[in-house]
T-cell receptor, first 116, second 112 residues
Framework: AQTVTQSQPEMSVQEAETVTLSCTYDTSESDYYLFWYKQPPSRQMILVIR??????QNATENRFSVNFQKAAKSFSLKISDSQLGDAAMYFCAYRSARGSNYKLTFGKGTLLTVNP | DAGVIQSPRHEVTEMGQEVTLRCKPISGHNSLFWYRQTMMRGLELLIY????????DSGMPEDRFSAKMPNASFSTLKIQPSEPRDSAVYFC??????????FGPGTRLLVL
């Protein structure tokens, strides 16, 4: 079974600075998808960024980028120019690319605090 | 375009009462998921529907939980009878063919 590990229960960053959230996963599959979701205090789960395992290029969405290291099974999220609105719980998630496999496996989350 | 809609947003009930949570997926999405989020267990998949048919309900905790999807635009998750340990945030998510599940705002359930 796949597992997703977020080793940092909490992180903090100064406004306008850069922070990196860690995620590692365990799988025997070669084709899969990885996601970062953000959950602000409102509890809404918001997709931040997605990475396909077959793509070597790291995904980027504005101030959010990932460092995908397939061999190391590592998928970290970098937030540049941190803003107060980035404060939230961040979840890393894994999903197999096999057509019949729909299940998202989530990590336990990292609580990010942004200090003004 | 409207996202996934869930109701109610908050529910407080007493132990033993029936609770019904509702979800309207994004129009055109053919897969629907119910999740439960607690501090102890994190996010857990309860049940997955594809084209209105339950495909995997192995995550449903026990017989007190049931879910239905009578049509492509509506699903319910029912707890009867409810217990304090059912207190959690319940999310509905939907997807179409693609890779990404889109989540609703969640229902925060408190069972006293």
């Amino acid at each position: 079974a796949q597992t997703v590990t977020q080793s940092q229960p909490e992180m903090s960053v100064q406004e306008a600075e850069t922070v990196t959230l860690s995620c590692t996963y365990d799988t025997s599959e070669s084709d899969y998808y990885l996601f970062w979701y953000k959950q602000p205090p409102s509890r809404q789960m918001i997709l931040v960024i997605r990475q396909e395992a077959y793509k070597q290029q790291n995904a980027t969405e504005n101030r959010f980028s990932v460092n995908f290291q397939k061999a190391a099974k590592s998928f970290s999220l970098k937030i540049s120019d941190s803003q107060l609105g980035d404060a939230a719980m961040y979840f890393c998630a894994y999903r197999s690319a096999r057509g019949s496999n729909y299940k998202l496996t989530f990590g336990k989350g990292t609580l990010l605090t942004v200090n003004p | 375009d409207a996202g996934v809609i869930q109701s109610p947003r908050h529910e407080v009930t007493e132990m033993g009462q029936e609770v019904t949570l509702r979800c309207k997926p994004i129009s055109g999405h053919n897969s629907l998921f119910w999740y439960r989020q607690t501090m102890m267990r994190g996010l857990e998949l309860l049940i997955y529907f594809n084209n209105n048919v339950p495909i995997d309900d192995s995550g449903m905790p026990e017989d007190r939980f049931s879910a239905k999807m009578p049509n492509a635009s509506f699903s319910t998750l029912k707890i009867q009878p409810s217990e304090p340990r059912d207190s959690a945030v319940y999310f509905c998510a939907s997807r179409t063919g693609g890779k990404t599940q889109y989540f609703g705002p969640g229902t925060r359930l408190l069972v006293l």
